[in-house]
Antibody, heavy 118, light 106 residues
Framework: QVRLVESGGGVVQPGRSLRLSCSVS????????FHWVRQAPGKGLEWVAM????????YYADSVRGRATISRDDSTDTVYLQMNSLRAEDTATYFC???????????WGQGTLVTVSS | EVVLTQSPATLSFSPGERATLSCRAS??????LAWYQQKPGQAPRLLIY???IRATGIPARFSGSGSGTDFTLTISSLDPEDFGVYYC?????????FGGGTRVEI
């Protein structure tokens, strides 16, 4: 079955950088796009970024545009989210998700927690 | 950016009751709307997409309707396992957006 496993979260100081990884298995990786969605503690879902199946297009939320870069490595079936200039408001659980081909997420990882604090 | 407004924030029901959740878009989004369920400590689960199509494995008691700016998720007969927070999500334009969620208490 489809499995997505996020890693790379942790505690980071404001202004620093972090790279999140999402390892994908159980599907033909190059057939699908992927999303990052985050959830601040006790809050709702916030869509963050999406990369097309072939990596040709990338989209970002206004809150992270210019600070975040989504990428993919088709040789290792891994999706990345590079976050720079981290702020306290970036503190959240970050979920990786598979796009079903229409801008919806039909498979999710368990999430990785990022805490931005001095 | 499309703003999705879900109301009310919390609903309380007894098992077997019918639940109707609302999601309103700030502009017309055709039928480009999905519904997700999230339980505490878990990732969200896709229930409905394109306003009314049930995702794989979703029980028939879940149904979606609406187009344009007003959408509804209906749970025909609530099961105790249906508690959680329900989010709507728009895919009509970038950036994608989620509603603020409706908590369903059993």
């Amino acid at each position: 079955q489809v499995r997505l496993v996020e890693s790379g979260g942790g505690v980071v100081q404001p202004g620093r950088s972090l790279r999140l990884s999402c390892s994908v298995s159980g599907l033909t990786f190059t057939n699908f796009g992927f999303h990052w969605v985050r959830q601040a503690p006790g809050k709702g879902l916030e869509w963050v970024a999406m990369i097309w199946h072939n990596g040709s297009k990338k989209y970002y939320a206004d809150s992270v545009r210019g600070r975040a870069t989504i990428s993919r490595d088709d040789s290792t079936d891994t999706v990345y989210l590079q976050m720079n200039s981290l702020r306290a408001e970036d503190t959240a659980t970050y979920f990786c998700g598979k796009d079903m081909g229409a801008g919806y997420v039909d498979s999710w990882g368990q999430g990785t927690l990022v805490t931005v604090s001095s | 950016e499309v703003v999705l407004t879900q109301s009310p924030a919390t609903l309380s029901f007894s098992p077997g009751e019918r639940a109707t959740l609302s999601c309103r878009a700030s502009q017309s989004i055709s039928t480009y709307l999905a519904w997700y369920q999230q339980k505490p400590g878990q990732a969200p689960r896709l229930l409905i997409y394109e306003s009314s199509i049930r995702a794989t494995g979703i029980p028939a008691r879940f149904s979606g309707s609406g187009s344009g700016t007003d959408f509804t998720l209906t749970i025909s007969s609530l099961d105790p396992e249906d508690f959680g927070v329900y989010y709507c999500q728009d895919r009509s334009t970038w950036p994608l957006t989620f509603g603020g969620g409706t908590r369903v208490e059993i």
